[in-house]
Protein backbone atom coordinates (compact mmCIF):
# COMPACT_ATOMS: atom_id res chain seq x y z
CA UNK A 1 0.00 0.00 0.00
CA UNK A 2 2.97 2.41 0.77
CA UNK A 3 4.57 1.47 -2.25
CA UNK A 4 1.55 2.62 -4.36
CA UNK A 5 1.27 5.72 -2.65
CA UNK A 6 4.93 6.57 -2.84
CA UNK A 7 4.17 5.84 -6.77
CA UNK A 8 1.12 7.88 -7.08
CA UNK A 9 3.15 10.83 -5.26
CA UNK A 10 5.83 10.57 -8.00
CA UNK A 11 3.92 10.30 -10.46
CA UNK A 12 1.61 13.56 -9.38
CA UNK A 13 5.51 15.31 -8.82
CA UNK A 14 6.38 14.45 -12.07
CA UNK A 15 3.48 15.06 -14.24
CA UNK A 16 1.47 17.87 -12.20
CA UNK A 17 2.13 20.32 -15.36
CA UNK A 18 0.32 18.34 -17.73
CA UNK A 19 -2.89 18.84 -15.26
CA UNK A 20 -2.67 22.41 -15.42
CA UNK A 21 -2.15 22.77 -18.98
CA UNK A 22 -4.92 20.82 -19.53
CA UNK A 23 -7.31 22.67 -17.02
CA UNK A 24 -5.96 26.26 -19.10
CA UNK A 25 -6.82 24.48 -21.78
CA UNK A 26 -10.23 23.58 -21.18
CA UNK A 27 -10.90 27.26 -19.57
CA UNK A 28 -9.53 29.08 -23.03
CA UNK A 29 -11.74 26.59 -24.73
CA UNK A 30 -15.38 26.90 -23.26
CA UNK A 31 -14.82 30.59 -22.76
CA UNK A 32 -13.69 31.23 -26.06
CA UNK A 33 -16.67 28.95 -27.24
CA UNK A 34 -18.69 31.21 -25.21
CA UNK A 35 -17.43 34.34 -26.75
CA UNK A 36 -17.66 33.16 -30.16
CA UNK A 37 -20.86 31.47 -30.06
CA UNK A 38 -23.36 33.06 -32.45
CA UNK A 39 -20.83 35.14 -34.06
CA UNK A 40 -21.02 35.38 -38.15
CA UNK A 41 -17.75 33.42 -38.08
CA UNK A 42 -18.55 30.92 -36.02
CA UNK A 43 -20.05 28.16 -38.69
CA UNK A 44 -16.83 28.94 -40.80
CA UNK A 45 -14.69 27.91 -37.33
CA UNK A 46 -17.29 24.82 -37.40
CA UNK A 47 -16.46 23.65 -40.49
CA UNK A 48 -12.97 24.28 -40.87
CA UNK A 49 -12.22 22.22 -37.52
CA UNK A 50 -14.57 19.63 -39.06
CA UNK A 51 -12.55 19.28 -41.91
CA UNK A 52 -8.95 19.56 -40.59
CA UNK A 53 -10.19 17.14 -38.06
CA UNK A 54 -11.30 14.64 -40.25
CA UNK A 55 -8.59 15.04 -42.63
CA UNK A 56 -6.20 14.58 -39.56
CA UNK A 57 -7.72 11.28 -38.81
CA UNK A 58 -7.96 10.08 -42.06
CA UNK A 59 -4.26 10.79 -43.13
CA UNK A 60 -3.22 9.04 -39.61
CA UNK A 61 -5.40 5.54 -39.71
CA UNK A 62 -4.67 5.18 -43.72
CA UNK A 63 -1.55 6.40 -43.47
CA UNK A 64 -1.51 9.16 -46.16
CA UNK A 65 1.96 10.98 -46.17
CA UNK A 66 0.95 13.94 -48.63
CA UNK A 67 -2.16 14.81 -46.95
CA UNK A 68 -0.39 14.70 -43.75
CA UNK A 69 2.26 16.67 -45.05
CA UNK A 70 -0.22 19.38 -46.49
CA UNK A 71 -2.12 19.61 -43.03
CA UNK A 72 1.08 20.80 -41.30
CA UNK A 73 2.34 22.68 -44.49
CA UNK A 74 -1.28 24.74 -44.08
CA UNK A 75 -1.73 25.17 -40.43
CA UNK A 76 0.33 28.03 -40.06
CA UNK A 77 -2.11 29.18 -43.25
CA UNK A 78 -4.92 28.09 -41.17
CA UNK A 79 -4.09 30.23 -38.20
CA UNK A 80 -3.62 33.04 -39.97
CA UNK A 81 -7.03 32.80 -41.64
CA UNK A 82 -8.55 32.39 -38.68
CA UNK A 83 -7.26 35.57 -37.12
CA UNK A 84 -8.66 37.67 -40.38
CA UNK A 85 -12.18 35.39 -39.99
CA UNK A 86 -12.29 36.71 -36.23
CA UNK A 87 -10.77 39.98 -36.60
CA UNK A 88 -14.06 41.95 -34.81
CA UNK A 89 -14.50 39.21 -32.30
CA UNK A 90 -10.69 39.39 -31.39
CA UNK A 91 -10.49 42.99 -31.35
CA UNK A 92 -13.57 43.74 -29.27
CA UNK A 93 -12.33 40.75 -27.00
CA UNK A 94 -8.84 42.85 -26.36
CA UNK A 95 -10.74 45.93 -26.05
CA UNK A 96 -13.40 44.76 -23.22
CA UNK A 97 -10.00 42.60 -21.44
CA UNK A 98 -8.01 46.53 -21.49
CA UNK A 99 -11.35 47.96 -20.44
CA UNK A 100 -12.40 48.69 -16.72
CA UNK A 101 -15.63 47.03 -17.75
CA UNK A 102 -13.88 43.75 -17.20
CA UNK A 103 -12.21 44.10 -13.70
CA UNK A 104 -15.50 46.37 -12.69
CA UNK A 105 -16.20 46.07 -8.86
CA UNK A 106 -19.59 45.37 -7.52
CA UNK A 107 -19.99 48.64 -6.32
CA UNK A 108 -19.69 49.74 -9.94
CA UNK A 109 -22.26 46.88 -11.06
CA UNK A 110 -24.62 48.17 -8.56
CA UNK A 111 -24.27 51.82 -9.93
CA UNK A 112 -25.56 50.64 -13.40
CA UNK A 113 -28.51 48.96 -11.59
CA UNK A 114 -29.66 51.61 -10.37
CA UNK A 115 -29.18 53.54 -13.69
CA UNK A 116 -31.04 50.57 -15.30
CA UNK A 117 -34.16 50.70 -12.75
CA UNK A 118 -34.75 54.40 -13.48
CA UNK A 119 -34.19 54.29 -16.84
CA UNK A 120 -37.21 51.39 -17.10
CA UNK A 121 -39.35 53.26 -14.54
CA UNK A 122 -39.20 56.34 -16.52
CA UNK A 123 -40.40 54.45 -19.49
CA UNK A 124 -43.39 52.66 -17.46
CA UNK A 125 -44.14 56.13 -16.11
CA UNK A 126 -44.72 57.34 -19.73
CA UNK A 127 -46.19 54.14 -20.61
CA UNK A 128 -43.45 53.79 -23.37
CA UNK A 129 -43.54 49.97 -24.97
CA UNK A 130 -39.65 48.45 -24.34
CA UNK A 131 -37.77 45.16 -24.59
CA UNK A 132 -33.96 45.34 -23.36
CA UNK A 133 -31.92 41.91 -23.58
CA UNK A 134 -29.07 42.29 -21.38
CA UNK A 135 -26.58 40.14 -22.82
CA UNK A 136 -24.46 37.74 -20.33
CA UNK A 137 -21.98 34.41 -21.34
CA UNK A 138 -24.08 33.09 -23.88
CA UNK A 139 -24.16 35.56 -27.17
CA UNK A 140 -26.74 37.02 -28.16
CA UNK A 141 -24.63 38.80 -31.42
CA UNK A 142 -26.65 36.96 -33.68
CA UNK A 143 -29.99 39.04 -32.84
CA UNK A 144 -28.04 42.27 -32.94
CA UNK A 145 -27.20 41.59 -36.76
CA UNK A 146 -31.27 41.48 -37.04
CA UNK A 147 -31.21 45.32 -35.96
CA UNK A 148 -29.15 48.69 -36.18
CA UNK A 149 -25.96 48.48 -34.56
CA UNK A 150 -25.01 51.40 -31.96
CA UNK A 151 -22.32 50.48 -29.72
CA UNK A 152 -23.30 53.71 -27.81
CA UNK A 153 -22.77 54.24 -23.99
CA UNK A 154 -25.64 53.48 -22.21
CA UNK A 155 -27.82 56.55 -20.60
CA UNK A 156 -31.10 56.76 -19.84
CA UNK A 157 -31.61 59.38 -22.23
CA UNK A 158 -30.61 57.64 -24.97
CA UNK A 159 -32.84 54.65 -24.00
CA UNK A 160 -35.88 57.31 -23.54
CA UNK A 161 -35.45 58.34 -27.21
CA UNK A 162 -34.97 54.72 -28.58
CA UNK A 163 -38.36 53.66 -27.71
CA UNK A 164 -40.26 56.73 -27.89
CA UNK A 165 -43.14 55.75 -29.99
CA UNK A 166 -42.42 58.36 -32.79
CA UNK A 167 -39.16 57.22 -33.47
CA UNK A 168 -37.83 54.61 -35.98
CA UNK A 169 -35.82 52.80 -33.82
CA UNK A 170 -39.32 52.12 -31.10
CA UNK A 171 -39.97 48.82 -32.56
CA UNK A 172 -37.86 45.89 -31.48
CA UNK A 173 -35.55 45.12 -28.79
CA UNK A 174 -32.57 46.46 -27.39
CA UNK A 175 -29.13 44.65 -26.81
CA UNK A 176 -27.33 45.54 -23.49
CA UNK A 177 -23.65 44.60 -23.77
CA UNK A 178 -21.32 45.33 -20.82
CA UNK A 179 -22.95 48.53 -20.03
CA UNK A 180 -23.18 49.67 -23.92
CA UNK A 181 -26.29 49.57 -25.85
CA UNK A 182 -24.86 47.22 -28.86
CA UNK A 183 -27.94 47.69 -31.36
CA UNK A 184 -31.53 48.74 -31.30
CA UNK A 185 -35.03 47.76 -33.10
CA UNK A 186 -33.33 43.84 -32.91
CA UNK A 187 -35.68 41.04 -33.37
CA UNK A 188 -36.05 38.32 -31.35
CA UNK A 189 -37.42 34.43 -31.35
CA UNK A 190 -40.72 34.28 -30.42
CA UNK A 191 -41.86 31.70 -27.46
CA UNK A 192 -43.32 28.48 -28.69
CA UNK A 193 -45.11 27.89 -25.33
CA UNK A 194 -49.00 27.36 -25.30
CA UNK A 195 -49.74 27.65 -21.41
CA UNK A 196 -48.67 31.77 -21.29
CA UNK A 197 -51.43 34.04 -20.62
CA UNK A 198 -53.14 34.90 -23.88
CA UNK A 199 -52.95 38.51 -22.97
CA UNK A 200 -49.02 38.58 -23.58
CA UNK A 201 -48.22 40.69 -26.68
CA UNK A 202 -45.68 39.82 -29.15
CA UNK A 203 -42.75 41.94 -27.17
CA UNK A 204 -43.69 39.74 -24.21
CA UNK A 205 -43.23 36.37 -25.99
CA UNK A 206 -39.62 37.98 -27.67
CA UNK A 207 -38.68 38.65 -24.26
CA UNK A 208 -39.63 34.79 -23.29
CA UNK A 209 -37.90 33.61 -26.26
CA UNK A 210 -34.89 35.37 -26.19
CA UNK A 211 -34.09 33.71 -22.31
CA UNK A 212 -35.06 30.66 -24.01
CA UNK A 213 -32.27 30.73 -26.63
CA UNK A 214 -29.90 32.13 -24.28
CA UNK A 215 -29.11 33.05 -20.58
CA UNK A 216 -29.87 36.94 -21.37
CA UNK A 217 -32.05 38.89 -18.78
CA UNK A 218 -35.19 40.18 -21.11
CA UNK A 219 -36.33 43.49 -19.32
CA UNK A 220 -40.06 44.38 -20.70
CA UNK A 221 -42.36 47.89 -20.34
CA UNK A 222 -46.02 47.51 -21.47
CA UNK A 223 -47.14 50.38 -23.27
CA UNK A 224 -50.83 49.38 -22.56
CA UNK A 225 -50.46 49.63 -18.74
CA UNK A 226 -46.83 50.61 -18.16
CA UNK A 227 -45.90 47.77 -16.02
CA UNK A 228 -42.36 46.46 -15.49
CA UNK A 229 -42.00 42.34 -16.05
CA UNK A 230 -38.32 40.62 -16.34
CA UNK A 231 -38.03 37.25 -17.95
CA UNK A 232 -34.95 34.63 -17.15
CA UNK A 233 -34.67 31.10 -17.96
CA UNK A 234 -37.85 31.39 -20.29
CA UNK A 235 -39.60 32.75 -16.55
CA UNK A 236 -41.79 36.02 -16.69
CA UNK A 237 -42.45 37.66 -13.47
CA UNK A 238 -44.84 40.48 -14.32
CA UNK A 239 -45.83 43.45 -12.61
CA UNK A 240 -42.68 44.49 -10.53
CA UNK A 241 -42.46 47.21 -8.59
CA UNK A 242 -39.35 49.26 -8.45
CA UNK A 243 -37.63 47.44 -5.50
CA UNK A 244 -38.47 43.80 -6.43
CA UNK A 245 -37.16 44.88 -9.93
CA UNK A 246 -34.28 46.02 -8.24
CA UNK A 247 -33.89 42.94 -6.25
CA UNK A 248 -34.56 40.92 -8.61
CA UNK A 249 -31.40 42.35 -11.13
CA UNK A 250 -29.20 42.02 -7.72
CA UNK A 251 -29.84 38.24 -7.79
CA UNK A 252 -29.04 38.04 -11.43
CA UNK A 253 -26.25 39.95 -12.03
CA UNK A 254 -24.35 40.04 -8.85
CA UNK A 255 -24.55 36.45 -8.79
CA UNK A 256 -26.94 35.97 -5.70
CA UNK A 257 -28.58 33.45 -4.97
CA UNK A 258 -31.39 32.68 -7.81
CA UNK A 259 -34.77 30.56 -7.20
CA UNK A 260 -35.74 28.29 -9.59
CA UNK A 261 -39.75 29.91 -9.18
CA UNK A 262 -40.07 33.18 -9.36
CA UNK A 263 -40.85 35.01 -6.25
CA UNK A 264 -44.72 35.19 -5.12
Known amino acids: MIAIMTQAIEFVQAHWTHGVEIVLLAVLLYYGYLYFRGTPGAKILVGLA????????ASQLLDLHVIGWLLRSFSVFLAVALVVIFQPE???ALTELGSQHFFRSALQKKESIDQLVETVFDLARRQF????????????RQFASTGVDLDAVFSKELIVTIFHPKTVLHDGGVIVQNDRIAAAACIFPLTSREDLDRSLGLRHRAGIGITEESDAIAILVSE?????????RGIIERNLNAEKFRRRLNQLLLLERYEANPPS
Open 50 to 57: LIFISLTL
Open 90 to 92: LRR
Open 129 to 140: GALIALERDISI
Open 224 to 232: ETGHVSLCH
